[in-house]
């Protein structure tokens, strides 16, 4: 009895481990990522901050791929003080799909006809299992490089 008892409790403290939440990251990217290619996972939430002026009609069109949801569009104006003055347009998405998902834009006034010399955007982002590339060891701990990315992960 003892024995079967001993045998659940493996099982039960198995199934515990196995079933525990991944830990999502959260990244934030700027201007300087334009055109980058990131490895993200689904659950990662991400935050997009770009310029914008929309006093003057000027504002960010942004598209983003099936596999990301906007959990956020929200404006900062400048601390200027100053009327016209460009404030900052921030984004907060989460990671739903797998595979390679996109958040593309142009900046421009909307009622303008699209020229092709505007601003543009462009974010790949490579969702799937975790790219665990050649790890660089050390004493006190293991890093796993992600492409654009690091993640450290304490043993």
Not at 39 to 54: A, C, I, Q, R, Y
Not at 126 to 136: D, H, L, T
Request: include cysteine; hydrophobic fraction near 35%.
């Amino acid at each position: 009895m003892l024995r079967y008892r001993l045998i659940i409790l493996v099982v039960l403290a198995f199934l515990a481990c196995a079933s525990a939440p991944v830990i999502a990251a959260s990244y934030a990217f700027s201007s300087e990522d334009n055109g980058k290619t990131v490895h993200v996972n689904p659950g990662d939430t991400f935050t997009l901050s770009l310029k914008e002026n929309p006093s003057t009609g000027f504002r960010w069109i942004m598209e983003t791929s099936g596999g990301l949801k906007t959990l956020q569009d929200s404006y900062t104006p400048s601390g200027t003080g100053l009327i016209g003055a460009a404030g900052v347009r921030t984004w907060k998405f989460l990671v739903t799909g797998t595979g390679r998902q996109t958040v593309s834009g142009i900046y421009k006034q909307a009622w303008m006809p699209t020229t092709g010399e505007e601003a543009r955007y462009s974010l790949e982002l490579i969702s799937g299992g975790m790219s665990v590339q050649k790890p660089v060891e050390s004493t006190k701990f293991r890093t796993y490089l992600k492409p654009e990315l690091y993640k450290t992960i304490h043993f």
